[in-house]
């Protein structure tokens, strides 16, 4: 079992950030995304690169931390993308519209 459920490791050059995240984004860790993408800001970052190559779940809270971080760097003209993003089917983000909302890298 893992001691955290969600582990995040950080890439960053010429103002795009890469974090690379294995676990569960949820409730209980959700934080430490919006965490970390804070730091990533805060250290220059305009682009954001969420690579979900290694998440096994997204729950609702995960994607309200992500809709609201993409508010805040694209209104200081940045992004927030979603690498390889299998965390929730892709018919339920085109329900929610979060399909059209999110920049998603295959």
Do not use: C, W, Y
């Not at 959700?30 to 805060?42: F, Q, T």
């Not at 969420?50 to 805040?72: E, I, P, Q, Y």
């Amino acid at each position: 079992m893992q001691p955290f459920p969600l582990t995040i490791t950080t890439d960053a050059a010429d103002g795009v950030t890469t974090l690379r995240l294995v676990g569960e984004i949820d409730l209980s860790s959700a934080h430490l995304m919006v965490d970390s993408i804070d730091d990533a800001v805060e250290a220059g970052a305009t682009i954001v690169v969420l690579d979900f190559a290694g998440v096994t779940f997204v729950n609702s809270t995960g994607l309200g931390a992500m809709v609201a971080a993409t508010k805040r760097l694209r209104a200081d003209g940045g992004d927030l993308i979603l690498r390889q993003f299998r965390g929730i089917p892709a018919s339920a983000l085109a329900t929610t519209g979060l399909d059209r909302f999110f920049t998603i890298e295959s």
